[in-house]
């Protein structure tokens, strides 16, 4: 009688053991291919041949396909951004007409001050460097509160791409005067002085006592500003913009004057005011008030 | 030839076919794996319909966490710096790093869910009453640790859902009558959320909580044994002791066997018959294989398909809007919230209601239910016995009612804990640009 109970056991179990296990090899063999198939193998295997129309054979040959990054942990900065992004180091050598994401940096005046190996790419260009996906990478994901700077997210604050970068080279730069290639954002620490912001607000310890102190102004949360009477997209960006145009209106009641300003002064100094903030970078990044043309200090 | 091809093919087959009872129960014995297993089992204990063998997939889950868990701890770093950055990497850089988070973090919501059913198992078959009390109250106890290895390794990414996951759930802790404050304080390592909290949780989720797991683990499989096996064997137990047994015919016994009923000769230990039983191994090693290789299928196919959520970087200036505790705690904290009261500007704070009170008062009740459980004896081990109609009432209700929570807080709060349809609009969030 056992035997028999034994033996229906068997013919129950053993097609759904077969059947399970012929489903997880299946899935390991899935799971293998999707840690071989990475979003950014193809692109390296174009590089390589991008490098040998080049001429560069040389180069091409000693290519190797894989994972890539900056890696800076001062600024705790892990950008991988290149394993996609390969040329950018081949200005002058590569077309700068090759398309994305192979496309050689530009070369600007600024960039021997602030070589890739210790900036990274995030540093200035935001993003999420930790990511190996476009999409992670580009937009962060959920919650991820520095996307990229764009040229749609530009082209939404109606600024430059290279405006919207100025913002970051702020948080170094922001003891200066004015900076090489800081444009908008010199006019707007122009603007703070001969508007004469400091009378009522306080930035860095200075200034008056009767407004907001501002120094770490970018550090605010966007739902912590009152939308509900800004007419424009809610971003904290446009609340700074509308506020700086037409304070009487954003904000009822407000003591600051409405300085009429025209928008792209009203912009740049949105931008500088988004970047006020706490940022601990090590001090030999920080350029001495003044300076601004110098390069960082070696350590 | 062809015997070498069939010795090949049962080498690469490995098949397990014991030629005797003795063998089969000494594959059992021997192993120290499979001891804890007694050498034959009831055929009733093996089916699916009974038990639908949830207790195993839940166990099978626990395996699956604790070496996914392992390699884990070989790339986290439990500093408030790194645990953010290391979580990244892992999605990112390190090869099957994704993956491996993913099984863990379905596995691990896996087995909040089928500890529960398997819990309502045990409930809606009657289960728990008579000797194995005592393995319903271990059972809880597992709910419980199970409950609390989710929530400590919920805040291990510190991320924002971690970082105010610590702070809604402490604060509900806090609002517990006398013993509050110093159970945040010990939970916390401080007055505020950071280091020290997150060390604690920490060592809590890879050390303590999984060693007590384990171990209450082992002793409620050994208490199974020590009951006899599962509930469902004691209507085929009293079956068989009620059946006639034949007059033993040994000359020996004829004096005793004047009086009707077995002798120790002819009645096993379990008070079931030799036909009542299959050897252990292979029927219910095979079957546990199949139950974790099942389970250990669908938790890769989960986290092959989706990735284990991630938001962004801890922030202490800024609370994600709404701020959800994970599902299975989300009832909770809509308990929570929809029992504080706003008068005027007075606001009573619905955590000792919603956090304390409830979900103390639904634990009490789980433990003293078997206590005062008046059901007859028939009703163990039987599926929706009409005798406890009532009890499994009560119990459903309780559930759906727990479900329905789960589900409002879930896909029914949106931004400022307001209620929307899951088709309507919810409002924009501002953004920084």
């Known amino acids: 009688m056992a035997e028999r109970q034994d033996q229906s056991f068997e013919r129950e179990d053993f097609a759904w053991l077969v059947a399970m296990s012929i489903v997880f090899f299946v899935l390991v063999a899935i799971a293998l291919w999707r840690e071989y198939a990475t979003p950014w193998r193809p692109w390296q295997h174009r590089f390589k041949r991008v490098l040998a129309q080049a001429g560069r054979f040389e180069d091409a040959r000693k290519f190797h396909s894989g994972f890539r990054q900056i890696w800076n942990p001062e600024l705790n900065l892990a950008d991988r951004c290149v394993s996609c992004h390969l040329g950018f180091e081949w200005g002058g050598i590569l077309p700068a007409s090759l398309p994305q994401p192979l496309t050689p940096h530009p070369a600007l005046s600024y960039m021997t001050h602030h ?113 509900s009477h800004v007419t424009g997209p809610k971003t904290a960006f446009n609340w700074h913009v509308e506020h700086l145009t037409d304070a009487g209106k954003v904000s009822p009641g407000t003591a600051m004057p409405d300085y009429n300003l025209p928008p792209e002064q009203a912009r740049a100094l949105a931008l500088l005011i988004l970047s006020w903030r706490r940022i601990n970078y090590p001090p030999q990044y920080i350029p001495e008030a003044g300076a601004a043309s110098a390069a960082p200090r070696p350590r | 030839m062809a015997t070498d091809l069939q010795r090949v093919w049962r080498k690469l087959t490995w098949p397990w076919s014991p030629l005797s009872e003795r063998e089969a129960s000494e594959a059992i014995v021997r192993n120290l794996w499979l001891h804890w297993f007694p050498a034959k089992v009831s055929g009733r204990s093996l089916s699916w319909s009974y038990s639908l063998w949830l207790g195993t997939a839940a166990a099978s889950l626990f395996v699956i966490l604790t070496v996914t868990g392992v390699m884990l701890m070989f790339f986290y770093v439990p500093s408030t710096e790194r645990a953010y950055g290391s979580i990244k990497d892992l999605q990112y850089a390190v090869s099957f790093g994704r993956v491996l988070r993913n099984q863990h973090r379905w596995s691990a919501e896996g087995m909040v869910a089928l500890v529960f059913i398997h819990m309502a198992r045990v409930f809606f078959t009657g289960a728990y009453r008579g000797s194995r009390v005592l393995n319903w109250l271990v059972g809880i106890a597992l709910l419980l640790g199970t409950l609390m290895l989710s929530f400590t390794g919920y805040l291990l990414p510190w991320d924002q859902l971690a970082y105010w996951a610590i702070t809604v759930g402490t604060n509900i802790a806090s609002s517990a009558p006398l013993l509050g404050w110093t159970v945040q304080y010990l939970l916390l390592g401080g007055h505020f959320v950071g280091q020290q909290t997150l060390l604690r949780f920490y060592v809590l989720h890879v050390f303590f909580l999984p060693a007590v797991v384990w171990m209450l683990f082992a002793y409620h499989m050994w208490r199974v044994r020590k009951d006899g096996g599962l509930a469902a064997i004691e209507a085929v137990r009293a079956e068989r002791r009620a059946e006639p047994k034949p007059m033993p015919r040994s000359k020996s016994y004829s004096l005793f066997g004047l009086t009707p009923g077995t002798s120790v000769a002819v009645m096993s230990s379990m008070g079931l018959e030799e036909r009542d039983q299959v050897a252990s191994s292979p029927n219910l090693t095979r079957r546990m294989i199949l139950v974790f290789l099942a389970v250990f299928n669908v938790t890769l196919l989960l986290s092959l398909l989706f990735n284990a959520p991630l938001e962004g970087p801890a922030n202490p200036a800024v609370t994600p809007n709404p701020a959800k505790a994970p599902w299975y705690f989300v009832w909770l904290q809509e308990l929570v919230s929809s029992t504080t009261i706003h008068l005027g500007s007075f606001t009573i704070s619905g955590g000792l209601i919603g956090g304390i009170l409830v979900p103390g008062v639904l634990l009490a ?66 953004q920084v640009l």
């Open chain 2, 365 to 430: 009740a789980l433990i003293l239910w078997p206590f005062f459980d008046r059901s007859p004896a028939s009703a163990e081990g039987v599926w929706f016995a009409r005798t406890r109609t009532r009890q499994n009432a009560v119990f459903t209700i309780i559930s759906i009612g727990i479900i329905i929570l789960i589900i409002v807080g879930l896909y029914l709060r949106g931004p400022y804990w307001h209620l929307y349809w899951p088709w309507s609009r919810r409002p924009v969030l501002p």
């Open chain 1, 115 to 227: 070589p890739f190996e210790r900036f990274g790419c995030t540093t200035c260009h935001a993003g999420q460097g930790w990511a190996t996906t476009a999409r992670g990478a580009h937009d962060g994901g959920p919650g991820w509160e520095e996307p990229m700077l764009s040229k749609q997210l530009a082209a939404s604050c109606e600024v430059s791409e290279a405006e919207l970068i100025q913002m970051r080279c702020n948080f170094c730069h922001r003891r200066d005067v004015s900076t090489e290639g800081m444009d908008s954002l010199n006019m707007a620490k122009k603007l703070i002085k001969r508007r004469k912001c400091l009378i009522c607000h306080t930035i860095e310890g200075q200034g008056g006592h009767t407004a907001p102190d501002l120094t770490y102004e970018g550090d605010k949360s966007p739902e912590m500003f009152d939308f």
